[in-house]
């Protein structure tokens, strides 16, 4: 059985940082690692994309300031938030696309940025 299990999120002033975890199990190989988020008022809206080759793709509002990355060893993936704004406020979910092309969710962890 697949499980993600997020953590990291928390209340941070703007301008600070955290580091969003998702913990994968389950799992030996995946093709991508998707970020996004959400907020009241607000589309799901997909915030960066780490692929299998190492690659990334990330939002034009969170280029330069968010890195999403990932340690194969222990199944774990990172995204790095930093330079933080009140706008980037949201709970963040992470989806792993497997080789088979299902797609699994974490539970999502909320990220609160104070003005």
């Known amino acids: 059985q697949v499980q993600l299990v997020e953590s990291g999120g928390g209340l941070v002033q703007a301008g600070g940082s955290l580091r969003l975890s998702c913990q994968v199990s389950?799992?030996?190989?995946?093709?991508?690692m998707r970020w996004y988020r959400e907020s009241p008022g607000n589309q799901r809206e997909l915030v960066a994309t780490?692929?299998?080759?190492?690659?990334?793709i990330y939002a034009d509002s969170v280029k330069g300031r968010f890195t999403a990355s990932g340690d194969n060893a222990m199944n774990t993936f990172y995204l790095e938030m930093n330079s933080l704004k009140p706008e980037d406020t949201g709970d963040y979910l992470c989806?792993?696309?497997?080789?088979?092309?299902?797609?699994?969710w974490g539970q999502g962890t909320q990220v609160t940025v104070s003005a």
């Open positions: 989806r792993i696309l497997s080789d088979s092309g299902t797609a699994y």
């Open positions: 389950g799992l030996v190989n995946y093709r991508a």
């Open positions: 780490l692929a299998n080759d190492g690659s990334t």
